[in-house]
């Protein structure tokens, strides 16, 4: 095959010239992700050989090299992993495959501090491109193994590069960068200088299970050629006593991993011995992901065997609802050989699971508890993730309920607990109310809130998709039932007086003529007409039957694909609104009612708009709306 000069993608082109222009004060990341990269191709040789026997490859000596040439002012860090072929090279570095891209590129643009910029490059999986920002070209050799012909890839960082077979690659992959000159007013170390590289890779790779290899400078060894010195310690960071491990050392580990450039807001270990050991390092980030709640998202934590890594994002490990868990997990008497579909039903994989599940939970109480700072930043990133456990993991849901924090009315700002709701509940009230909606904003201005608002009961303001979910399917807390200030018959009358019973029963007969008529009228779209003693501002407000779904979480199952029928509501008036009134008074004088057959259309409408909704016919309502306009001027 001849060498083909081929063009980078629109995105590919707009993150190099990213980098070559220095958008990163720290530049010694590049060989933190080179040496990263090479790790990952090492680890899936290992696992390939595992898998396949008879995968024509040598694993004798698996390691990483760095070679430094300082005539012709050259850095090489070389593998004997996996390789690529002509075909991956082409997709994997030609082009920036990666979803993210996009999301990059504005994070990197608006990334207001040095500290802001640094690992973003890793954690959107574009690590190779910078070694462009201290080389002025970078060739790439590599040969997957199994395969006999490998492949170069060859660029400045500009609009081209170039692909070209190669007979004589060795097995695994080899980055040469043609490093730009130092300077050091900007950050551009010497990067030829052995002194140098080893203080990179201690701070940064020093976990890295394979050994690092460099050759010292003539002059630093025995006459002669110099042997080969290992950079790294290669000790595994789970294993070791915590008292021999810095937080520095532990944070490094997190970034590797978790392709993140913050420090995690918090470790957590566990030593796990019995008949079944295992060791465990897992960290919660400070910050969600981008991707948290898209179908790519890569969840779960590396799962090793007796400090060989068997796989990356081992899902079987923890919940979908911890899925922004990072770390390492390390078994003891599992088979190497181990696959996905396996570990499914694998005893000691559940067994894993369900320790590390509440080792997290347990961590996040105790933050709550001791660091409420720290416990509010966790809850603001990941509060809504780890409430899809009070749905989906019935064994835990009380430490979830536990750990949980809602807006309420008690207060403008700070969260609360259910158990704090518990203890301000006033003498007589059972329930723990709730509204659900799309803000705060809009929960506080909706009608249903009126009544309680002027009562001073407190009640929980509910804004992700699946607080509709969890509230449904919990029920109850410390024996108080959960109820939607927005479905069935809520009397608050009956609670404060008792001597208002009396007067309801008035205003339902005085009413009963106009409730039948207006169901008649609507009961295409409603199941009951009744007078509401949860208003007392709006004229009427649309709720659902105490067993029935909401709107909202209708069209949520519909969104899934699930087909469910649609519930017709409940239409409450407020019989002290004047509009309501004078509704009823109109009713009881006029034979002919096709006005008020409109007025009451009008009622229902202005009510689901009040709630966010959409009345069924918009055209209709808007036309109907601006003919009542028009007469009254």
């Not at 077979?165 to 040469?176: C, F, I, L, N, R």
Request: glycine share 6%; proline share 4%; aromatic share 8%.
């Amino acid at each position: 095959m001849p060498t083909e000069t081929l063009e980078f993608q629109v995105e590919a082109r707009q993150l190099l010239q990213l980098m070559i222009h220095s958008v990163y004060s720290n530049k010694d990341v590049f060989l933190r992700e080179l040496v990263s990269n090479a790790s990952d191709a090492l680890d899936k040789l290992r696992l390939e050989k595992l898998r396949d026997d008879s995968l024509d490859a040598d694993v004798s000596d698996l390691h990483i090299e760095i070679d430094i040439d300082r005539d012709a002012r050259t850095l090489t860090v070389r593998d004997n992993g996996i390789g690529m072929s002509y075909d991956e090279v082409g997709r994997l570095i030609g082009t920036i495959a990666n979803s993210g891209t996009a999301q990059f590129l504005q994070e990197l643009r608006e990334a207001k501090d040095a500290a802001g910029a640094e690992g973003l490059i890793g954690q959107f999986g574009v690590g190779f491109y910078s070694g462009f920002m201290v080389a002025d070209e970078v060739t790439l050799v590599t040969r997957r193994a199994g395969e006999s012909q490998g492949t170069r890839w060859t660029s400045r960082g500009e609009d081209t590069y170039t692909l070209e077979p190669v007979d004589d690659a060795p097995q695994g992959t080899s980055v040469t960068l043609h490093l730009k000159p130092a300077d050091p007013e900007n950050q551009l170390h010497d990067y030829t200088s052995s002194w140098k590289i080893r203080e990179i890779v201690k701070r940064y790779s020093d976990f890295i299970t394979w050994p690092i290899r460099m050759v010292p400078d003539q002059g630093e060894g025995d006459e002669g050629a110099p042997e080969p010195e290992t950079l790294n310690s290669m000790k595994a960071l789970w294993a070791r006593s915590r008292d021999e491990v810095s937080d520095d050392e532990y944070h490094e580990l997190y970034k590797h991993i978790g392709h993140d450039w913050r420090d995690p807001l918090e470790t957590i270990r566990l030593q796990a011995e019995g008949t079944f050991e295992f060791q465990a390092l897992l960290f919660l980030p400070a910050h969600a992901p981008h991707d948290l709640f898209t179908r790519d998202f890569r969840r779960g934590v590396q799962l090793y065997v007796k400090r060989v890594f068997i796989m990356d994002d081992c899902e079987a490990l923890l919940p979908p609802y911890l899925r922004f868990v990072k770390g390492v997990v390390d078994a003891a008497d599992l088979s190497l050989n181990v696959s996905r579909e396996i570990l499914q039903q694998d005893r000691h994989i559940e067994m894993m699971r369900r320790r590390l599940t509440k080792k997290v939970l347990s961590t996040v109480k105790d933050l709550m508890a001791k660091d409420p700072e720290r416990y509010a930043t966790f809850w603001r990133e990941f509060g809504t993730v780890l409430k899809e456990g009070l749905v989906t993991d019935p064994e835990n849901r009380d430490a979830v309920l536990a750990l949980a924090s809602f807006a309420s009315t008690h207060d403008d700002t700070e969260p609360t607990t259910l158990k704090s709701y518990v203890e301000r509940m006033r003498d007589g009230q059972d329930d723990i109310y709730y509204l659900t909606g799309e803000s705060r904003q809009s929960i506080e201005n909706s009608p249903h809130m009126e009544a309680f608002r002027d009562r001073g009961i407190e009640v929980l303001l509910l804004t992700d998709p699946v607080d509709e979910v969890w509230a449904d399917t919990v029920g109850e807390y410390d024996g108080k039932k959960l109820r939607s200030v927005a479905k069935g018959q809520i009397d608050l009358d009956a609670k404060d007086d008792e001597s208002s019973d009396g007067e309801r029963e008035k205003q339902t007969e005085d009413y009963a003529g106009l409730l039948g008529w207006m169901q008649e009228q609507l009961d295409e779209d409603i199941k009951e007409v009744r007078l509401s003693s949860r208003l007392t501002v709006s004229p009427a407000c649309v709720v659902s039957d105490a067993n029935d779904l909401t709107p909202a979480l209708e069209n949520m199952y519909r969104a899934m694909g699930q087909e469910v029928p649609r519930a017709k509501r409940i239409l409450e008036l407020n019989p002290g609104h004047q509009l309501v009134k004078g509704l009823n008074q109109a009713y009881k004088e006029r034979e002919d009612r096709t006005g008020l057959t409109e007025t009451a259309e009008l009622l229902y409408g202005l009510a689901v708009l009040a709630e966010g909704g959409q009345p069924k016919d918009p055209a209709r309502f808007v036309k109907l709306m601006a003919d009542r306009l028009e007469r009254a001027l």
